[in-house]
Nanobody
Framework: QVQLVESGGGMVQAGGSLRLSCTAS????????VDWYRQRPGKQREMVAS???????YYADSVKGRFTVSRGATKNTVYLWMSSLKVDDTAVYYC?????WGQGTQVTVSS
């Protein structure tokens, strides 16, 4: 059974950087296209970035120029590189792929 595991969240000061990982286990064909979502406190879940199977990327306006999604060296991992983080980026970040959702990882940005 395919499972997604996210990692890399944590606490960082405004202006700092973090890298989130999304790794698929149980998939012989790799992770495929991946969408990254976040849910900020008191707000609905929103998509912030995605990468397609041909490596086309998409970014929400709120993160464009600050976040980058890329594939790892193995075909089972995708990264979300986050830089110039803002307090407003504080959220639980989720990846979804292969019809699965990860468990989420907390990102907290302090001022």
């Amino acid at each position: 059974q395919v499972q997604l595991v996210e990692s890399g969240g944590g606490m960082v000061q405004a202006g700092g950087s973090l890298r989130l990982s999304c790794t698929a286990s149980g998939s012989m064909g790799g992770i495929g296209s991946v969408d990254w979502y976040r849910q900020r406190p008191g707000k609905q879940r929103e998509m912030v970035a995605s990468i397609t199977v041909v490596d086309r990327t998409y970014y929400a306006d709120s993160v464009k120029g600050r976040f980058t999604v890329s594939r790892g060296a193995t075909k089972n991992t995708v990264y979300l590189w986050m830089s110039s983080l803002k307090v407003d980026d504080t959220a639980v970040y989720y990846c979804t792929a292969l019809r699965q959702w990860g468990q989420g990882t907390q990102v907290t940005v302090s001022s």
